[in-house]
């Protein structure tokens, strides 16, 4: 199978690179990588690392089994206008709030379309995608899709109808987590606490966090009672965030940034 990237932005390279690295490259599974970017700067240290450069979009159409739309989602429908693709090739999508109808409706009624929704820590080999199969696409179609996003970290699959939905749980979320982040080096700061120290303690802190989540067998309200004692520490500043309401808080976030994804497509959450 060959694989094309149009756009070789953060996310489109970041997930290029890792690919061009990974087993489905060296086993033979992917046979060739191919790249366009209306930015030729972007391309040039590409050749170094076996892509090829594309002259335009259709040409990257033309070589391509898998066509990976990796531009911004307002510029989306113009690009798609501009390109001719085959019933046989699958069209991955990683364009925020764009559905598999609207891809259809300026390329071919039954393309064969999967929805993704990754996030920038991709472009660390740690990554968190959501993927969603749509009609027409087989299950070793899939299974494929699936592996180029394990190569940059974790990948799910995600019924099609949730693809908005699950933006705020790992799409935007990292933002979300850096804001809650820079609360805690905020008051680290003010207390004169070494801004470096503070930044690695509270960042491993993240990642333990984490891991624990993943790993450890416990549930969220058990993993929090683990760390509560009674009348210590833990529980005066959780007493805090309970009084300020940080799940309700958290919950109209996410409810906003859902319904900005379905406003992005003109469109209303149900």
């Not at 300026?106 to 080999?125: D, F, Q, S």
């Amino acid at each position: 199978m060959t694989i094309g990237f149009l756009g070789v932005g953060n996310m489109g390279s970041a997930m290029l690179h890792g690919i061009a690295a990974s087993e489905l490259c060296r086993s033979g599974e992917i046979t060739g990588i191919y790249a366009y970017d209306a930015n030729t700067e972007k391309c040039q240290s590409l050749r170094q690392e076996g892509v090829t450069v594309c002259e335009n979009e259709q040409a990257l159409c033309d070589a391509v089994d898998f066509l990976i739309l990796a531009v911004k989602p307002q510029v989306l429908a113009d690009v798609l206008d501009s390109i001719r693709i085959r019933p046989q090739q699958v069209v991955i999508s990683i364009c925020a709030g764009i559905s598999a109808e609207m891809i259809r409706s300026h390329t071919l009624p039954n393309a064969k379309i999967i929805l993704v929704m990754p996030n920038t820590p991709l472009m660390l080999g740690e990554g968190a995608s959501a993927l969603a199969k749509c009609d027409g696409v087989s299950e070793e179609e899939f299974a494929l899709a699936m592996k180029m996003f394990a190569t940059c970290g974790v990948a799910e699959e995600i019924p099609e109808q949730k693809m908005r939905e699950i933006i705020a749980v790992n799409g935007s979320s990292p933002a979300f987590l850096y804001l809650y982040a820079k609360a805690f080096l905020d008051y680290a700061g003010a207390e004169g606490i070494d801004s470096k120290a503070a930044l690695s303690l509270f960042a491993q802190s993240m990642i333990g966090s984490a891991k624990m989540l993943t790993d450890s067998g416990y549930s969220v309200d058990a993993l929090i009672r683990m760390v509560s004692s009674p009348g210590g520490t833990t529980l005066a500043g959780l007493d805090r965030l309970y009084e300020g309401k940080l799940e309700e808080t958290v919950k109209k976030c996410c409810e906003s940034c859902t319904a900005r994804a379905y406003a992005l497509a003109g469109e209303e959450k149900k």
